[in-house]
């Protein structure tokens, strides 16, 4: 093996053994997201970005959304295995997946985003389908979803810490994220140390920076200023 080729494969080797590492945090048992990954978004998107060049395509993508419901109550399974387990999201973010749920089930299914894609007129008799696939099937299941949510998540959600600590395994779950994200096992209080530091150094520069060019005594008065 060649010297890049040895790196290469201690790269792919450190990020795939990272990955691995985030199997502690058992996230699909307890994460609650109302950005693009919750499951409403995650469906929107495969509309979105299934490529549909011919007839063929697009009933490829009904039959892939066909299976959406299935993927709604599989996130619903697994979030009350969590739960069984002391494993939940904030109140808050729950709170917020809710709402969002709330305000798409308000609106006509017809006017989803995952009921009108791009090549809907190109091929209509696909595009039919697709339209009850998402009435008939997804979404009852998107309104199973918010009333587990509401009914049974969010009386548990946790209110006190939202950090990763106050999970089950969540030292491990914390490590192991350290890990994935800065490609170092550092130790949980060597990173927050760090980042005392490069605050305390970025708001010197700042504060040195506005009394430079804007006159300003302190930091306060420099962000005053912007």
Known sequence: MSGDDRVTYQLLRGRLEAEQGLDVCRFHEWLVDSAGGSVLGELSYLVESHTVKSADDAEHLVTRMKQGAKAVDDTIANLRLGLADGRVSSAEKVRRVVEQLDAELAKPVASWSMTTPA????????????????????EPSIVRLR?????EVLPEARTDQEGLVALPDGDACYRASIVHHVGLA???????????????????????L??????TADLRATIAML
């Open 119 to 138: 090549w809907g007129e190109q091929y209509p008799v696909q595009h039919r389908e697709l339209a009850a696939t998402v009435r008939e099937a997804i």
């Open 147 to 151: 009333d587990f949510l509401r009914d």
């Open 186 to 208: 550092i130790p949980p209080e060597e990173l927050h140390q760090l980042g005392l530091a490069e605050i305390a150094r970025t708001d010197k520069e700042l504060a040195e």
């Open 210 to 215: 506005g009394k430079k060019v804007l006159g």
